[in-house]
């Protein structure tokens, strides 16, 4: 197959995919979009097949064209497979890591694990990105990322799980509020008649509560709708209501001796669970395999810490 393929029209066609058009690629690659195309019409010649067709002003790709994109993805997983066994004779001083995670977590591992990683491996680099439970699984089995940490993860038999634990729903307020005086796990029904925050329909969190709504036949109103779990601390500090999350989406406030994290009695709000997952199969780099222990030994010591307040 090799023999078959010009390496660079290969390139071209990933970066044609990762762009989602011609004229994407043409930019990064800073080629003219005639010579781009052209080279993606002889690869097609060679293939014997139509690699991308038309969709709205994109491409997208054809059968052949993702079994192609499957095949490339494949070699350069190998080749990353040889670059870290190679590696692993070497101490862990260079390389980089690609991890990413729910906006809940960004803070706790910035406290914790890549915050202790970075300073004892200062030239490993590090891309956090942010993004949704769906983006999240897309990009880890890609191969686009070596770690993700997320909330209730789809079932997906391309996933690792290296660790995982349960991740209840709980309520934050200041300690003057209302509801923490009733000194027992609240019902959605001793919330609904006070103002609170949640996070929008994409996230985990939001679909759990969804779901105990309907089996309390109740139905909070939000006054603020978000997709920052910052955003969900700052209303609570200002007095403005309650707010529902999880307890390392809530940790960043605990420093804060006016805020109380209250527990919840719908036994939907306490099935959730916190997840660290890489691509099943995948061989992580040495730096990579590093930081995933530590984010799992981390992860482990959270979970069996009490809860203050």
């Given amino acids: 197959m090799d023999d078959r393929l010009d390496t660079r029209r290969v390139r071209y066609f990933m970066q044609v995919l990762d762009s989602g058009s011609v004229r994407g690629a043409a930019e990064v690659l800073d080629m003219d979009p005639s010579a781009v195309s052209r080279a993606i019409g002889i690869l097609e010649q060679e293939c014997g097949l139509p690699l991308l067709e038309r969709h709205g002003r994109g491409v997208v790709p054809t059968d052949a064209g993702q079994m192609l994109a499957g095949y490339v993805r494949r070699q350069h997983s190998q080749k990353q497979h040889l670059m ?18 729910g906006e809940g977590y960004v803070d706790w591992l910035m406290r914790h694990s890549l915050r202790d990683f970075m300073i004892s491996h200062p030239k ?10 769906d983006e999240i699984v897309q990009r880890v089995v ?3 990322a070596h770690v993700g940490l997320l909330f209730q993860p789809p079932k997906d038999e391309r996933l690792t799980s290296h660790h ?3 991740q209840p729903i709980q309520a934050m307020v200041l300690r003057s509020h209302p509801l923490a005086q009733l000194d027992r796990p609240l019902t959605l029904a001793d919330l609904q008649p006070y103002p609170g925050a949640t996070l929008h329909r994409n996230f985990g969190v939001r679909q759990h509560i969804e779901a105990a709504e309907i089996s309390e036949g109740v139905r909070l109103a939000s006054l603020l709708t978000t997709t920052s779990f910052s955003a969900l601390g700052h209303f609570v500090s200002a007095g ?5 999350g999880t307890r390392i ?3 960043p406030n605990a420093s ?3 805020l109380v994290e209250l527990p919840m009695k719908n036994p939907l709000l306490s099935q959730g669970r916190s997840h660290i997952v890489s691509r099943h199969g995948r061989m992580l780099s040495p730096a990579a395999s590093e930081l995933l222990r530590q984010v799992v030994v981390d992860m482990r010591r959270f979970a069996e810490t009490k809860p203050s307040g």
């Fill in 84 to 101: 870290a066994q190679l590696d692993s004779i070497r101490k862990i001083e260079r390389g980089h890591i690609d991890i990413v995670a």
């Fill in 249 to 251: 989406s809530l940790t």
């Fill in 142 to 144: 890609e191969e686009r």
């Fill in 240 to 244: 403005l209501g309650y707010a529902l």
């Fill in 256 to 258: 804060n001796p006016e």
């Fill in 124 to 133: 490993i680099t590090i891309d956090l990105d942010v993004a949704s439970t």
């Fill in 164 to 166: 995982s634990h349960p």
